[in-house]
């Protein structure tokens, strides 16, 4: 059994501790955010926040997390208040498939929460470890910088 707050509620999985924690999130606990991609950390599909930094569920044993605070895409906002980055992505059509889109916000949150006013290298480099193959890379970058400026503005990114 593993016991960890997901998303800012305390859970529990009764799963070997050697399973994925992409699969205690997308089997037992219901999640359908971060997705299975390649299953080898190539393609950041499966990025969480563990205790605030990007990691890769396909990978990360559901027992590394134990105690831990795990926050997915579904953890970021809410159809009513969305995240900034969420408006910032929807106002700058930052996606087609929306397959990688969920890896990519937890990332970007990561980095924003750490840097208020990031330059482009550094939400690059935030955003290097996924693969987004509908070509929405300069609209998601847009949409990154729209939400940074509209978080320390204290306003929607919309």
Same mark, same amino acid.
């Given at each position: 059994m593993a016991r960890f707050t997901l998303n800012g509620t305390a859970v529990s999985v009764e799963l070997p501790?050697?399973?994925s924690?992409? +699969?205690?999130?997308?089997?037992?606990?219901?999640?359908?955010?971060?997705?299975?991609?390649?299953?080898?950390?190539?393609?950041?599909?499966?990025?969480v926040l563990v205790d605030g930094a990007p990691r890769y569920a396909c990978t990360? #044993?559901?027992?590394?997390?134990?105690?831990? #605070?795990?926050?997915?895409?579904?953890?970021?906002?809410?159809?009513?208040?969305? +995240?900034?980055l969420q408006a910032a992505f929807?106002?700058?059509?930052?996606?087609?498939?929306g397959f990688c889109l969920p890896?990519?916000?937890?990332?970007a949150a990561a980095l924003?929460?750490?840097?208020?006013d990031p330059d482009e #290298?550094?939400?690059?480099? #935030?955003?290097?470890?996924h693969l987004c193959r509908c070509g929405s890379h300069n609209r998601i970058l847009r949409a990154v910088r729209r939400a940074a400026r509209a978080m320390r503005e204290g306003r929607a990114a919309a």
């Amino acid at each position: 059994m593993a016991r960890f707050t997901l998303n800012g509620t305390a859970v529990s999985v009764e799963l070997p501790g050697e399973v994925s924690l992409l +699969h205690a999130l997308r089997g037992p606990l219901g999640l359908s955010g971060p997705r299975y991609g390649c299953g080898a950390e190539q393609c950041g599909s499966c990025m969480v926040l563990v205790d605030g930094a990007p990691r890769y569920a396909c990978t990360l #044993a559901v027992g590394a997390v134990e105690g831990k #605070a795990v926050r997915t895409v579904e953890g970021l906002g809410t159809p009513d208040a969305p +995240h900034p980055l969420q408006a910032a992505f929807l106002a700058e059509q930052a996606g087609q498939c929306g397959f990688c889109l969920p890896g990519i916000l937890v990332s970007a949150a990561a980095l924003l929460e750490r840097d208020p006013d990031p330059d482009e #290298a550094a939400i690059r480099a #935030a955003l290097e470890p996924h693969l987004c193959r509908c070509g929405s890379h300069n609209r998601i970058l847009r949409a990154v910088r729209r939400a940074a400026r509209a978080m320390r503005e204290g306003r929607a990114a919309a």
